[in-house]
């Protein structure tokens, strides 16, 4: 079965600091995985995803993230936090590309600070 | 930019009525799919459709029903509302043989 966590309910930085989402899965098949975004009072956006091409991804609004098996680890990153950063980030995997049904983590929220 | 549309976006209903969630997507996809979503919990599947006539229950038990008449809407309806209902439901869809699900904005939904 698969599953995700996600180490931080919430994490704070400063504008301009790095900003790293951290995620874990759980799959007893190769994963696809998946960053989501979500701003208040609205959908999930998708950020990025990795589907065996490539490890490290890059995404939109500058974010990337890095498959790394030997951690079962999706970690997702940004250079330089903005403010217009601060939302709830979802990371989720998939069985296959199949359109199995994502499951989800609980979500990071977070917060930029000027 | 994706295209899935959820009406209302917010609906306060008392308790015993029977209401509807709309969600319409104009981009042709095949997998459709409603998730519960409770503030600082992850998403829940409650019900998916892999194509017309096509519904099933998902993880998390819910008292909602859902049909697929037509490929780009997939209602979901509560027959009786109740307090427990109160929550924020999102739709989705995805094609085929795509693994990522393309979001509605959402319906929130307070049953008093």
């Known amino acids: 079965a698969q599953s995700v966590t996600q180490l931080g309910s919430h994490v704070s930085v400063s504008e301009g600091a790095l900003v790293l989402l951290r995620c874990n899965y759980s799959?007893?098949?190769?994963?696809?995985l998946f960053w989501y975004v979500q701003y208040p009072n609205q959908g999930l956006q998708l950020l990025l995803k990795?589907?065996?091409?490539?490890?490290l991804v890059k995404g939109i609004n500058g974010f990337e993230a890095e498959f790394k098996k030997s951690e079962t680890s999706f970690h997702l990153t940004k250079p330089s936090a903005h403010m217009s950063d601060a939302a709830e980030y979802f990371c989720?995997?998939?069985?296959?590309?199949?359109?199995?049904?994502?499951?989800f983590g609980k979500g990071t929220t977070l917060s930029v600070s000027s | 930019e994706a295209d899935i549309y959820q009406t209302p976006r917010y609906l306060v209903i008392g308790t015993g009525k029977k209401i509807t969630l709309e969600c319409s997507q104009t981009?042709?996809?095949?997998?459709m799919y409603w998730y519960q979503q409770d503030p600082g919990m992850e998403l829940h599947l409650i019900h998916y459709?892999?194509?017309?006539?096509?519904?099933e229950k998902g993880d998390l038990s819910s008292e909602s029903t859902v049909s697929r008449i037509r490929t780009e809407h997939f209602p979901l309806t509560l027959e009786s509302a109740r307090p427990s209902h109160t929550s924020q439901y999102l739709c989705a869809s995805s094609a085929a043989g795509r693994g990522e699900q393309y979001f509605g904005p959402g319906t929130r939904l307070t049953v008093t």
């Open positions: 990795y589907t065996s091409a490539a490890t």
């Open positions: 989720a995997v998939s069985a296959d590309q199949a359109g199995t049904a994502l499951i």
């Open positions: 459709s892999y194509g017309v006539n096509s519904t």
């Open positions: 799959s007893s098949v190769p994963p696809y």
């Open positions: 981009m042709g996809h095949d997998k």
